[in-house]
């Protein structure tokens, strides 16, 4: 099993994943529609492999393209990523989310059927425990109902998965994300004002934005600000190189999922105070009201996939954000 098709391939996680499938011996195959991302990615993913890869630009939800690149390339597994993710956007437009997500997903496993691929690793999100009653969240801590039709679209699509019995799925629950890949070629690119707390962070460093706001310190938490499980996207993008080697060697597995976090929990203000300290600067925010549906405080617990994939954690904190800091500054000014 070699040949891979990343779907999302040029999207932040998945960019970082091709990087690692190459580094392992993997060989991705990238179909991406471009829609929240541009070519520029693929250039810094040759850049770091030294290496074409071969880029199809579709949509996932277009049956004939999709059925007919698994066959070309003779592919062997899917990482599939292409999906939306900003959950206030998912709360104004519920069917753009459910089109792309669920209607990109069940297309995509009729393309495999069609052409008997069956192994899969599919982009799940810790949102699916929605507020836990405890922390760490383990496999079996329950699925809350989902506080956003993007966290029902993770829902979902872990239930269509684990009904399609003829797939061998992995599916990963990742906790927070962060940090570019340590050339600085490639890393978070969101198109207009960043949703997320990172990139907001950078910009705001960068002058881009003004200020930064801290949502809320009002919350029950050791300095009051949420409380989040965050990861480097580089050891992200391994897990999936760990998933595909576990599928390789269980071709009986049918469906499992998998926590993928530090298992450390670290709060809003500690990720800034982190940011100014490695990156010797000083950051313009302020405290400002709650976010609306944000979850008090998750993290992970990973020793299923340390037990189950062989795989951990390696990057710290630090490396976390100093490498977000080094990617922003190495963007070339008017990028996507
Ligand atoms: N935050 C701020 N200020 C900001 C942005 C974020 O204080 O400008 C805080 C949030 O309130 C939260 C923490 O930083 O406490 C992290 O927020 P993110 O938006 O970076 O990430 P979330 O934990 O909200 O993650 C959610 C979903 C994921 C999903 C992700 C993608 O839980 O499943 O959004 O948008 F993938």
């Not at 998750?298 to 954690?313: F, H, Y």
Request: glycine share 8%.
């Amino acid at each position: 099993m070699k040949k891979i098709l990343v779907t999302g391939g040029l999207g932040y996680i998945g960019a970082h994943t091709v990087v690692e499938l190459v580094n392992h011996g993997y060989e991705p195959v990238i179909v991406d529609d471009l829609s929240n991302t541009s070519l520029n990615v693929l250039d810094g993913i040759q850049a770091i492999t030294g290496q074409a890869i071969t880029f199809y630009q579709n949509d996932v939800r277009d049956l004939n393209a999709i059925t007919k690149i698994l066959r070309d390339n003779q592919i062997e597994a899917v990482i599939h990523f292409a999906a939306f993710k900003a959950v206030g956007e998912s709360v104004q437009q519920p069917l753009k989310y459910y089109d792309n997500n669920i209607g990109g997903l069940v297309n995509l496993l009729k393309a495999m059927q069609t052409t008997q691929v069956k192994n899969i690793v599919f982009s799940s999100s810790c949102t699916v425990y929605g507020e836990p009653d405890v922390s760490p969240v383990n496999e079996s801590s329950p699925i809350k109902k989902a506080n956003s039709p993007y966290g029902n679209t993770k829902q979902i699509g872990e239930e269509i998965l684990a009904d399609c019995q003829f797939l061998n799925t992995v599916a990963l629950r990742y906790f927070n994300p962060i940090g570019a890949h340590k050339s600085a070629l490639i890393g978070e690119l969101p198109l207009g004002v960043p949703n997320n707390l990172v990139p907001y962070i950078t910009q705001t460093a960068a002058g881009i934005r003004e200020k930064l706001t801290v949502f809320g310190q009002d919350y029950n938490t050791k300095d009051g600000t949420c409380v989040r499980d965050y990861i480097h996207v580089t050891d992200l993008a391994i897990a999936h190189v760990k998933s595909l080697d576990y599928i390789k060697n269980h071709p009986d597995n049918k469906f499992e999922v998998y926590n993928i976090g530090t298992g450390n929990g670290m709060t809003v203000l500690e990720i800034l105070q982190a940011f100014e300290q490695v990156n010797d600067l000083k950051l313009n925010y302020s405290i400002g009201p709650r976010r609306a549906g944000d979850v008090e405080k998750v993290w992970a617990d990973a020793s299923k996939a340390k037990n189950i994939l062989g795989w951990t954690a390696q990057l710290d904190l630090n490396e976390m954000v100093r490498s977000a800091w080094a990617w922003q500054q190495n963007l070339p000014k008017n990028a996507i």
